[in-house]
């Protein structure tokens, strides 16, 4: 049985038999933030001083894992940016330079499908059983499960701040605005699932909030559909709107306290 903090988060992108998967598009790399070279081991980061934080979204296997329920829709992406290596290359740095950790996953309970409305992704997620838990202070069926951290992160996910779950993409509904600003956060890394909803609306409401945050940009991913392909839409919105995008390589310099 794996240890939880408190309760978990969202993300989405299903893989319901209504959104078929899209073509795959030849992607042009996200401009970045130059940053100097990475401390060494020894050196003692500057983040956790500044006020420096590395936040997680969705780090669940509905999303990471091949036997998740939205791979069919996300997993082309997710291998083309190497999403679940670079997330765990934040977590080993953060944990290396004593950076805080905090995750904001996704758990669904049997009252949250009692909704009189959803959006559309909403209904995908609840008809497919993404993130489904039988019951918010149970652990029954989670190891394992589709709700359950991808086994290689349980390790650092243990030792992180687990929020309460966010219900639809953005942080409004839960805890870790409040858990950022008790621990005197500032700044924020971050990474995770989906790149155009959980993680573009958590970036959205944390600037909103008053924080500065930085987005990884291969240390996510997104479905295409033929809606379009979720990536490459929230790839615009983060160069547009966060304080800078990073790849994984500059994030970990970042988290060590070299700053330009």
């Known amino acids: 049985m794996k240890t939880l903090i408190l309760l978990a988060g969202l993300a989405l992108t299903g893989a319901a038999t209504t959104l078929a998967p899209a073509r795959a598009v030849t992607k042009t790399p996200a401009p970045v933030l130059a940053v100097a070279p990475a401390a060494t081991a020894g050196e003692t980061s500057a983040a956790l001083s500044e006020g420096v934080a590395l936040v997680v979204t969705d780090p669940q296997n509905d999303f990471l894992s091949p036997d998740?329920?939205?791979?069919?829709?996300?997993?082309a992406s997710i291998e083309e940016n190497g999403t679940v290596e670079h997330i765990e290359q934040l977590f080993q740095a953060a944990e290396r330079y004593g950076v805080q950790t905090f995750v904001s996953p996704h758990y669904y309970f049997p009252h949250d499908h009692?909704?009189?409305?959803e959006g559309k992704l909403e209904s995908v997620m609840h008809s497919i059983g993404m993130f489904d838990r039988p019951d918010a202070l149970s652990l029954e069926g989670f190891d394992g499960s589709g709700a359950d951290w991808l086994e290689q992160y349980d390790d650092y996910i243990a030792n992180a701040i687990v929020?309460?779950?966010?219900?639809?993409?953005?942080?409004?509904?839960?805890?870790?605005?409040?858990?950022?600003?008790k621990r005197g956060v500032r700044t924020?890394?971050?990474?995770?699932?989906?790149?155009?909803?959980?993680?573009?609306?958590?970036?959205?409401?944390?600037?909103?909030?008053?924080?500065e945050v930085y987005v990884v940009a291969?240390?996510?991913a997104a479905a295409r559909t033929e809606m379009g392909d979720g990536y490459e839409a929230a790839l615009i919105n983060f160069r547009y709107v966060s304080s800078g995008v990073f790849d994984t390589e500059q994030a970990v310099e970042f988290l060590a306290g070299k700053r330009d």
């Not at 971050?190 to 993680?199: K, P, R, Y």
Request: aromatic content about 8%; overall charge negative.
């Open 188 to 211: 924020v890394v971050l990474a995770g699932m989906s790149a155009n909803l959980c993680t573009e609306s958590h970036m959205r409401e944390l600037i909103e909030q008053g924080f």
């Open 218 to 220: 291969d240390a996510t």
């Open 68 to 75: 998740g329920v939205s791979w069919e829709l996300v997993g």
């Open 114 to 117: 009692a909704w009189d409305f």
């Open 163 to 181: 929020t309460s779950p966010h219900k639809v993409y953005g942080p409004e509904t839960n805890d870790l605005v409040l858990q950022l600003r």
